[in-house]
C-alpha cells in the first residue's frame, strides 16, 4: 500500500512525496490506521524504523481536519521525549510534515533560557514536543496548559525511565483530562516498562518491529581471520587479556566444547561447559557458577545456550561460526543486554569463509573484519604457555630461521 491511498488529507500526501516517502514503513503501517481511529498503542519500535513518522502523520491529520479556523484553543497532542536531540528531531519531522496545514507544532527543552519559550507558548501551538523537565517548570509556573491535551505520545519510553522522569510522566498524565488518548514508544521491552506501560495505556493496540540490523546497537561485533588450529591461542590470549571479563565461547559440536575445555585447561585457565551429554543437575551448577562469576569462562553449544539469560557477559567468542546464520544473532545477543555495552568477536577459518557470507547476507551487511597484522598473528601463537603446543612457535622459529640462511647463499650464486 502507498501513502497516495491512505485517507489522509492532501497536504501531508503532498509533504510525504516532497520527502520521498511513497510507502509506510513496517512500523508506519501498523501504527497509522489505530491511531487515526483514536486507539492507545502500546509500539516496540527501535529509531531508524519511521516510528516518528508513524505517530506524526496520523496526528498531523486528525488536528489538521478538527482544526477549522486558526483559533487559538490550546494545546492537543503532548510529545514526551527523554532527550533535546530526539525532541529537535521529532520536532523537524512534525514541521516537515505540517507544512501548509493548519497544525503548528513548538518544541522546548531544558538548558537554556526558558522566556523565548514562553514567549512562543503564547501562540496557537496544537503540538507541543518537550523534555519532562522543562515541561514540568513551565507547567507548574502556569505557562503551559494541558487541560485540552487528547492525545499525549511517549517516546523512548525506556530511556525516560533509565534517567528517572517515571515520577514526571506520572504527574502529567495526572494533569490531563480524563478522556485521552496514548501512544506509548519503547525501543526495549522488559518487565519494568511492561509494568510502566500497562499503567498507562488502555486496552492498547500492541505492535512489535523488529529493528533492520538485528544486532543489537549496543554489540561491537567483528570477525578475525584465524587458521582452525589457531583458534586455541587466540582464544588463550584473549582470555588472559580480559581476566576480569566474563567471556561466552560458542562451539560447533560437544566434542568441540571438551576439547577447547581441555586446551584451556593446559594453559591454566579454568572454564566450564555445556551441552547436550551434560544433565540436569550439571547445566544447572555450571550456569550458576557462570552468573556469579565464579568461574568467567563458559564454553557452550548452540542448542545449550539456547533461552539462558546470563547478566554482564563482556565477549562472546565465536569460536566455530554457527552453521544456521540465525544463530549468529541469537549468539552475540547474549552481550550487550539491555542498555550494557558488549563485544563479540567471530574466529573465521578458510573453511568457514562461505558460512560467513551467509551470515551476512542473513545480517544484510558485513561484518567489520578485525585486521591482525603478520607479527601480531605470530606473537599470539609464540604467547600461549601450552607446553604440548610450543612446537607451533618452533617450526615458525625453524621456518625463519631457514629463510635467513636461504637468503645470502641465493645472492653468494649470483
Ligand atoms: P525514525 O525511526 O523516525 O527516526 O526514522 C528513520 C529514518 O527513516 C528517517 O531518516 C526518516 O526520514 C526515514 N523514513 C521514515 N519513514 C519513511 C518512509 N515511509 N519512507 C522512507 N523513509 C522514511
Known sequence: MKFEDYHISFEIKKNLAKLGFKKPTDIQFKSIPPVL??????????????????FAIPVIDILHRRKNTRRNDGIKCL????????????????????RHTRVKS???????????????????VDVLITTPGRMFDLASQGFVDLNRVEILILDEADHMLDLGFITDIRDVKRKLPRKHQTLFYSATIDEKIKKLAYSLV????????????????????????????????????????NEESKILIFVRTKVRAERVFKAMERVGIKSLTIHGDKDQKDRFDVMSQFKKGEVKLLIATDISARGID????????????PEQSENYVHRVGRTGRGREKGFAVSFCSDEEKPILKEIEEY?????????IKKND???TLDFTEDADDNWKALIIDNEN????QKKPNKKKKK
Open 202 to 241: 488502555e486496552n492498547p493496540i500492541r505492535i512489535q518491529i523488529s529493528p533492520k540490523d538485528p544486532v543489537s546497537k549496543n554489540v561491537n561485533h567483528s570477525v578475525a581471520y584465524i587458521g582452525m588450529d589457531d583458534k586455541r591461542f587466540f582464544l588463550e590470549r584473549l582470555v588472559k587479556e
Open 363 to 371: 545480517l544484510g551487511r558485513p561484518v567489520t573484519v578485525m585486521e
Open 310 to 321: 546470563i547478566p554482564s557477559v563482556e565477549y562472546v567468542v565465536n569460536y566455530d561460526l
Open 377 to 379: 598473528y605470530h606473537e
Open 79 to 98: 510529545v514526551m521525549v527523554p532527550t533535546r536531540e530526539l525532541a529537535q528531531q521529532i520536532a523537524e519531522v512534525f514541521d516537515k510534515l505540517s
Open 37 to 54: 481511529k483514536g486507539e492507545d498503542v502500546l509500539a516496540i519500535a527501535q529509531t531508524g524504523t519511521g516510528k516518528t513518522a508513524a
Open 106 to 124: 513548538l518544541c522546548i527543552f531544558g538548558g537554556v533560557e526558558q522566556d523565548p519559550q514562553i514567549k512562543s507558548l503564547d501562540g496557537d
Open 401 to 404: 630461521f631457514l629463510k635467513n
